[in-house]
């Protein structure tokens, strides 16, 4: 009996203090507005400045999906070692953000499910994408949290086969 009124109390004391989470484009407009240094707005999709970065939002409430992206440089411009630096980072630096390649730009990039998100996780988010566009080239980072294993890139070794004779 002690262990199922225990059990109730907690419930109900967690229960007080879940947020319900059910963000819509409205709302993000709302955070993105508060945060940002300008806002440009239509049809769902956010143009703004944070940190004099700039960063788009988009919106779909119907497929209940999000995205907030930050241009970081052409392609072109590109060398392989930064490539592989922002792979690597995908994997070990940029946690919830990460480096892609599209309209042959390389962005930052946050995509989550719309409904589901908070406004701390917005404005964490927004955070994100800005440092991983900001640290690009040096610290390829989202954050100050680093997952473990090798994240400096290393040459492949090739080991040299000897040549059979035919």
């Known amino acids: 009996m002690k262990k199922a009124s225990l059990f109730l109390i907690i419930f109900s004391f967690l229960s007080l203090h879940?947020?319900?989470?059910?963000?819509?484009?409205?709302k993000l407009g709302e955070i993105i507005t508060k945060i940002s240094d300008t806002v440009q707005q239509q049809n769902g999709t956010y143009k703004f400045l944070y940190k004099e970065t700039l960063l788009l939002c988009m919106t779909d409430e119907n497929a209940n999906r999000m995205r907030i992206i930050s241009p970081i440089v052409e392609t072109v411009k590109l060398g392989d070692e930064?490539?592989?630096?922002?792979?690597?980072?995908?994997?070990?630096?940029?946690?919830?953000?990460?480096?892609?390649?599209?309209?042959?730009?390389?962005?930052?990039?946050?995509i989550h499910p719309l409904k589901e998100?908070?406004?701390?996780?917005?404005?964490?988010?927004?955070?994100?994408?800005y440092r991983a566009n900001a640290t690009f080239g040096t610290?390829?980072?989202?954050t100050n949290l680093v997952f473990p294993g090798n994240i400096q890139p290393q040459e492949k070794k090739v080991e040299e086969k000897p040549l059979k004779k035919t």
Not at 18 to 26: E, F, N, R, V
Not at 86 to 97: G, R, S
Not at 117 to 129: G, P, R
């Open 18 to 26: 879940i947020k319900a989470q059910d963000m819509t484009a409205s």
């Open 82 to 110: 930064e490539l592989k630096n922002a792979l690597i980072a995908n994997f070990h630096t940029a946690l919830d953000v990460k480096y892609a390649i599209s309209d042959e730009l390389l962005w930052s990039v946050f």
């Open 117 to 129: 998100l908070n406004d701390q996780q917005v404005e964490d988010a927004i955070n994100q994408v």
């Open 139 to 142: 610290t390829y980072s989202s």
